[in-house]
């Protein structure tokens, strides 16, 4: 596995890999890497001749007062997964070597940033949009790998590529979860034994929802978000950042009261929610293709 530093060094490997013709996926992370990354990284290792992997805890998308400081870090751990996924460039740049100077250009995608973490992390996807344009530029991978556990940050990066037309295929990959539902996230390290049990309560009351939309598909959105809502605050001490209900990928609101069968005929939708567990954030979703039945995708 060659471990490059710097831009100059991964450039060099890169275009050794174009030199022999060779497909190159990307599976752009902040590290701290757990089953879902590895989930990424696999597809990617069956997808194409070179594997990517850039661990980068990118300051340009926390806010003032989120929890860059104490975002876990294990480099040691981190690329004895990566190596056990077959990954052959792993890319680790300091704050200095990705930002030597304070950047100037901003990538701000409108409209799907409007809602969700994009409401209440303000700036946040403009630091993920200059970040992963930056890696897309230096890597020039033919494919990007990214996990629907952040189905808003899909949503953007797609608008971004379609916008700018940029020559990556974005690949989704589903939620990996833990035995009990818990979504998979480097900040579950955080959680307390109580609130580990509690958070349980996102992906539970996203399967209960899925049930009760199978049986009557006349629920309309108000109704499918006040039943989250109610399961959250019913099951947990946690502080709800947002439940939300709205349309994938645009990410805009349902605009009337009508069912969630007449709202989205044959369309996708999704169910997003955030909350907080103390200082932890967490995030989780599930989305939906109305059809005949309400499907889970
Ligand atoms: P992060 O390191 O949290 O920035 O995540 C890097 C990539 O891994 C992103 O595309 C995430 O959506 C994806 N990812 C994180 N957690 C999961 C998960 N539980 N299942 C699938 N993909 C995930």
Same mark, same amino acid.
């Given at each position: 596995?060659? !471990?490059?530093?710097? %831009?100059?060094?991964? /450039? +060099?490997?890169?275009?050794?890999?174009?030199?022999?013709?060779?497909?190159?996926?990307?599976?752009?992370?902040?590290?701290?890497? #757990?089953?879902?990354?590895?989930?990424?990284?696999?597809?990617? /290792?069956?997808?194409?001749?070179?594997?990517?992997?850039?661990?980068? *805890?990118?300051?340009?998308?926390?806010?003032?007062?989120?929890? +860059?400081?104490?975002?876990?870090?294990?480099? =040691?751990?981190?690329?004895?997964?990566?190596?056990?996924?077959?990954?052959? @460039?792993?890319?680790?740049?300091? *704050?200095?070597?990705?930002?030597? %100077?304070?950047?100037?250009?901003?990538? %701000? *995608?409108?409209?799907?940033?409007?809602?969700?973490?994009?409401?209440?992390?303000?700036?946040?996807?403009?630091?993920?949009?200059?970040?992963?344009?930056?890696?897309?530029?230096?890597?020039?991978?033919?494919?990007?790998?990214?996990?629907?556990?952040?189905?808003?940050?899909?949503?953007?990066?797609?608008?971004?590529?379609?916008?700018?037309?940029?020559?990556?295929? !974005?690949?989704?990959?589903? @939620?990996?979860?833990?035995?009990?539902?818990? &979504?998979?996230?480097?900040?579950?390290?955080?959680?307390?034994?109580? #609130?580990?049990?509690?958070? $349980?309560? +996102?992906?539970?009351?996203?399967?209960?929802?899925?049930?009760?939309?199978?049986?009557?598909?006349?629920?309309?959105?108000?109704?499918?978000?006040?039943?989250?809502?109610? =399961?959250?605050?019913?099951?947990?001490?946690?502080?709800?950042?947002?439940?939300?209900?709205? #349309?994938?990928?645009?990410?805009?609101?349902?605009?009337?009261? +009508?069912?969630?069968?007449?709202?989205?005929?044959?369309? /996708?939708? !999704?169910? &997003?929610?955030?909350?907080?567990?103390? $200082?932890?954030?967490? @995030?989780?979703?599930?989305?939906?293709?109305?059809?005949?039945?309400?499907?889970?995708?």
């Amino acid at each position: 596995m060659n !471990i490059c530093r710097t %831009k100059q060094q991964l /450039r +060099l490997a890169i275009r050794d890999a174009q030199k022999h013709q060779q497909t190159i996926g990307f599976v752009p992370t902040m590290g701290y890497l #757990h089953e879902g990354h590895a989930s990424l990284l696999r597809e990617a /290792r069956s997808d194409n001749d070179v594997v990517v992997l850039s661990i980068f *805890v990118n300051p340009m998308q926390f806010g003032p007062n989120e929890d +860059l400081d104490r975002y876990p870090r294990d480099e =040691e751990r981190d690329l004895a997964l990566a190596a056990s996924c077959g990954v052959d @460039i792993v890319f680790l740049p300091s *704050v200095e070597e990705m930002y030597p %100077k304070k950047p100037l250009t901003t990538i %701000k *995608v409108e409209e799907v940033t409007s809602r969700l973490c994009g409401a209440s992390r303000p700036g946040h996807f403009d630091g993920v949009g200059l970040v992963v344009s930056k890696l897309f530029n230096i890597v020039q991978p033919q494919r990007a790998y990214f996990g629907m556990k952040d189905a808003q940050q899909v949503a953007v990066i797609e608008q971004m590529v379609q916008d700018l037309d940029m020559n990556v295929d !974005i690949v989704h990959c589903p @939620i990996i979860r833990e035995p009990d539902g818990l &979504a998979l996230s480097s900040r579950n390290v955080y959680l307390s034994a109580k #609130h580990r049990m509690e958070a $349980t309560t +996102l992906s539970k009351s996203l399967n209960k929802l899925h049930h009760q939309l199978k049986d009557n598909n006349k629920m309309t959105s108000d109704e499918c978000v006040a039943f989250i809502t109610n =399961e959250i605050i019913t099951n947990t001490s946690g502080e709800i950042d947002y439940v939300e209900l709205l #349309h994938y990928p645009s990410l805009t609101a349902v605009q009337d009261r +009508l069912s969630i069968a007449e709202s989205f005929e044959n369309q /996708r939708f !999704i169910v &997003a929610v955030a909350v907080k567990f103390g $200082t932890t954030r967490l @995030i989780d979703n599930a989305l939906f293709q109305v059809g005949e039945v309400i499907e889970r995708v």
